[in-house]
């Protein structure tokens, strides 16, 4: 990881300016662009690198540059990647720099978003994050910036490069070993009867056949017989398209009726079992790749009945993979 020198202070004016290279940054708030029109769509790392903007936590911007206009003195392997604040609380900066992409200070002002491509800037914000840490991102992101980020991570599909690639290391290299990821999740709203979902695991598997598959996992104190009983086990799928609003996507996890013929499964993991309302009414949840190991979903409940509209079942999904969770199993 790569820290930068020195921190730069930003003029009055809403247009922050660096020398040499006199680069302008400029803001949407409260949309989420970010332009340069000395960026390319494919944002290069060395520009990426060259500028990260912080948000503290009284909401104030802290530009990190570097230039050769700083004394030589100052090492970057003598700075910190976290700030302590007044209060001793510990901000670290990598994470901070996710947030106030997706949540801009007002001190800034718009540019044309057509300069460069919102998801390419966020997926190197978040590769920049070492991966034992990604994990912050649940509680930063609020249910608002969760919705921020599956909109940037649609602005993926215009980059023909980073669309290849994929936030899951399973589901990428087609390994046909059962092999299992874990992840952490977070979301809002939906029924009473799935308050659990706010806070929950996935789990995605591939089997020996080299079919990838899941199954959610309520955290709650209280689903220990549940997540017996009612195991959710879904089927992951390509998929181009959410049914309900034709936007693009990358993953559909499939729910059906939960009895799915596993030819092998996580060692520990109960048999699959028939769903309970509302995962037996048609609930397939819709995923994009945000960054390495961190994706966004939509849960959608698209009815048995030809007659019912699908409505979404919660708000967005942000799943973040667990540090070093990728590992063999045997069923």
């Known amino acids: 990881m790569q820290y930068p020198q020195a921190a730069a202070a930003a003029p009055s004016g809403p247009t922050i300016c660096f020398s040499p290279k006199s680069t302008t940054f400029q803001i949407r708030h409260p949309s989420f662009h970010f332009c340069s029109t000395k960026f390319s769509s494919a944002l290069p790392s060395s520009s990426l690198r060259s500028l990260s903007i912080s948000r503290l936590a009284n909401h104030s911007a802290t530009v990190r540059a570097s230039s050769s206009s700083f004394s030589s003195s100052a090492s970057p392997w003598d700075e910190k990647p976290y700030q302590v604040l007044p209060n001793g609380k510990i901000v670290y900066l990598d994470e901070q720099d996710v947030v106030t992409f997706l949540d801009p200070p007002v001190e800034l002002i718009p540019l044309d978003p057509s300069s460069y491509n919102p998801a390419a800037y966020l997926w190197k914000k978040i590769e920049d994050i070492p991966e034992e840490r990604r994990h912050r991102l649940l509680p930063l992101l609020n249910p608002r910036l969760i919705s921020q980020a599956w909109g ?10 980073l669309v290849e690639k994929s936030a899951s290391s399973l589901l990428a290299t087609g390994n046909s070993e ?3 990821e874990f992840w952490k999740c977070r979301t809002s709203g ?3 009867q799935i308050a659990w979902l706010n806070f929950f695991k996935k789990v995605v598997f591939r089997t020996g056949d080299g079919q990838a598959y899941g199954r959610l996992i309520s955290e709650s104190i209280f689903s220990g017989l549940s997540n017996s009983f009612y195991p959710l086990y879904f089927t992951v799928s390509e998929l181009k398209e959410v049914m309900s609003t034709e936007e693009p996507c990358d993953l559909a996890y499939e729910f059906k009726d939960g009895t799915l013929d596993l030819p092998d499964f996580p060692r520990g993991f109960p048999k699959p079992a028939e769903h ?5 009414d048609e609930i397939v949840i ?3 790749h945000a960054g390495p190991g961190v994706m966004v979903g939509q849960a959608w409940q698209e009815g048995k009945a030809l007659q019912q509209v699908p409505k979404k079942l919660c ?11 990728s590992q063999p199993q045997s069923g």
Do not use: D, H, Q
Not at 152 to 161: D, L, Q, S, W
Not at 276 to 280: G, S, V
């Open 190 to 192: 939906g029924p009473l």
């Open 315 to 325: 708000g967005e999904i942000l799943m973040v993979k667990e540090y070093l969770s």
């Open 178 to 180: 059962t092999v299992a």
């Open 286 to 288: 819709y995923i994009r």
């Open 152 to 161: 940037i991570a649609g602005t993926r599909y215009n980059n023909p490069k």
């Open 276 to 280: 309970p309302w509302p995962f037996n």
